[in-house]
């Protein structure tokens, strides 16, 4: 196994920048997703690693060594592209077997290798197939099967699943974390899709407009977003956003003030340095974080009243739409619930994750290091 390292490195395409001073260390070991929108610069940086595009400027490190000059061959890296890239004419077999035989191993031990790595990705009874008579999940895992076999320091896949149905999706996703617990290969992997990246990622690199934004584990990036792009990109539905103020006071506590009421935030909660004061901002909920009726042990100045505008019901789940001092939000509620359009309800919410944004530059402003978050960790109020 291997780490990986990006040192100010830039993708420049003339005079546009599709990666923009780089830096991000993949610790050895770990399942890194690099998520972001489509033309943020993730699979640019795939391939800088891969070795099928060279950086501009900065430098590139494997297992330490420096590889900006190092063809894709000589790299100890394997690659897992999203169109699959079997050879149509070659069964499982000679597909998988394909990369060895062309370097020359030796025959005996690429069988047993084969015969290993059919073995755990479940392919023993499809050897003698061709790409064609198998379905969308098994290409998939004939394409890991084949990266398998150069027994790489460092995995590196581009979207492997975003051509596969949503069932099938989330089971060849349970595989690939399962083939990582049990392999540990170093592994970096490129998707736009939130859902994947929280379930699968030991640290999520966000990536927006060609610079990395933040990377932290995926309880970090949903409960601590440094700005507004990463708070607003994670989470379904996504985040409400609304104008508000917030205040310091003597005591030390913070307060906020949204849909016409003041909320004073968990002690512990501090400005960031350097934005200390009163001042207007952006404040931002999750729609996990509302309790329809008040909840449990609520001060009476937490409490809102809202006109139910639109209701989603999703079986397990129900989305509400809330019409709340001309505001409209988002909440999440459970499917047992049944709401009606045109219906009053009351509703608070969780104090420990109310954010706040600078309405110009979307810096996150609140240190919420000082006071509990979902896992437990941190002060409770």
Same mark, same amino acid.
């Given at each position: ?7 100010? /490195? ?19 070991? @770990? ?5 972001? !929108?489509?033309?943020?610069?993730? &699979? ?10 060279? =950086?501009?400027?900065? $430098? ?19 690659? $897992? ?39 755990? %990705?479940? %392919?023993?009874? #499809? ?6 008579? #198998? ?32 069932? %099938? ?25 939130? &859902? ?21 584990? !995926? ?5 601590? =977003? ?49 934005? @200390? ?9 999750? !729609?996990?974080?509302?309790? %329809? ?5 609520? @001060? ?32 999440? /509620? ?8 045109? @219906?009053? $309800? &009351? ?11 600078? !309405? ?22």
């Amino acid at each position: 196994m291997a780490g990986a390292e990006l040192e100010g /490195v830039w993708r420049r395409f003339g005079s546009f920048a599709a990666v923009a001073d780089l830096t991000l260390n993949i610790r050895d070991g @770990e399942f890194l997703v690099l998520l972001g !929108p489509s033309g943020c610069g993730k &699979t640019t940086s795939l391939r800088m690693l891969a070795g099928l595009e060279r =950086p501009t400027e900065g $430098v590139i490190r494997l297992d330490g060594r420096v590889v900006n000059d190092v063809a894709p061959g000589d790299r100890d890296t394997a690659m $897992v592209f999203q169109s699959y890239a079997l050879y149509p004419h070659m069964t499982v077999s000679r597909n998988l077997s394909f990369g060895p035989r062309v370097r020359g191993e030796d025959r005996t031990t690429i069988a047993h290798r084969v015969e290993q790595v059919a073995g755990v %990705l479940g %392919l023993e009874n #499809l050897l003698n197939r061709r790409p064609s008579e #198998l379905s969308g999940g098994q290409r998939q895992r004939v394409a890991l099967g084949r990266a398998m076999l150069r027994q790489p320091k460092l995995f590196l896949m581009d979207e492997p699943l975003s051509n596969l149905d949503a069932a %099938l999706r989330g089971q060849v996703r349970a595989e690939l974390i399962r083939l990582h617990q049990k392999l540990g290969v170093t592994t970096v992997y490129v998707t736009h899709d939130q &859902t994947e990246a929280m379930a699968m990622a030991d640290r999520i690199a966000v990536m927006f407009d060609g610079r990395l934004q933040q990377a932290a584990s !995926p309880e970090d990036i949903f409960d601590d =977003p440094v700005n507004l792009m990463v708070a607003t990109f994670i989470g379904s539905p996504k985040m409400n956003l609304v104008s508000g103020s917030i205040q310091p006071h003597d005591d030390g506590r913070l307060s906020v003030k949204l849909l016409g009421s003041e909320l004073f935030l968990p002690a512990g909660a501090r400005l960031r340095p350097g934005h @200390e004061g009163p001042q207007d901002v952006t404040l931002g909920i999750r !729609p996990t974080d509302f309790a %329809l009726g008040g909840g449990r042990n609520v @001060e009476a100045s937490e409490i809102f009243t809202g006109i139910v505008d639109l209701v989603e019901p999703m079986g397990a789940e129900t989305f509400v739409a809330l019409n709340c001092a001309d505001q409209i939000l988002s909440c999440r /509620v459970s499917g047992r619930e049944h709401m009606t359009v045109g @219906e009053q $309800v &009351t509703f608070s919410l969780d104090r420990r994750f109310i954010y706040a944004f600078d !309405p110009a530059t979307g810096i996150a402003l609140i240190d919420r290091s000082g006071f509990a978050t979902r896992n437990g960790r941190g002060k409770a109020d």
